[in-house]
């Protein structure tokens, strides 16, 4: 019934809340209905999963973002986010290079993450973000 539909979906949503970029079937094993569209939406996913954006795009996503939201600082010192870059993979994976590393909280990686989503997507796949420091000019 669709009551139990939504209740299903809003139980997983509940109990599976990180996992908000997969996509969701509903699909019935016992009677086969909307199996068949099981294929297709895998395709999907692995195509989000080889999607590139390229480096002029991503340098300016993190203008915009950090125009918008710019990061806090850190004991006292402030946060340069020096570039992004989107690493080969298997599975989707950016690295941010700043001057403070440890300075990038948990809540700023997250914005930084939807915002890499909002722009391409990856649905159905993790995004995984490696925040580095910059190297010295030394």
């Not at 390229?54 to 570039?83: D, H, I, N």
Request: glycine share 6%; hydrophobic share 35%.
């Amino acid at each position: 019934s669709p009551r139990t539909w939504t209740e299903l979906l809003e139980t997983t949503q509940r109990e599976f809340n990180l996992l908000e970029y997969a996509p969701r079937l509903n699909c019935s094993a016992l009677t086969g209905q909307r199996c068949d569209r099981l294929f297709e939406m895998l395709d999907q996913v692995i195509e989000e999963g080889t999607r590139r954006i390229p480096g002029e795009r991503l340098r300016q996503l993190l203008f915009e973002a950090t125009t918008m939201q710019p990061p806090p600082s850190y004991r006292g010192r402030v946060v340069r986010l020096k570039s992004l870059i989107q690493l080969p993979g298997p599975g989707v994976l950016f690295k941010l290079v700043t001057n403070e590393p440890e300075g990038v909280h948990f809540s700023y990686q997250r914005y930084i993450i939807n915002q890499l989503r909002r722009e391409a997507g990856f649905t159905g796949w993790p995004i995984k973000l490696v925040v580095a420091k910059a190297k010295s000019a030394n």
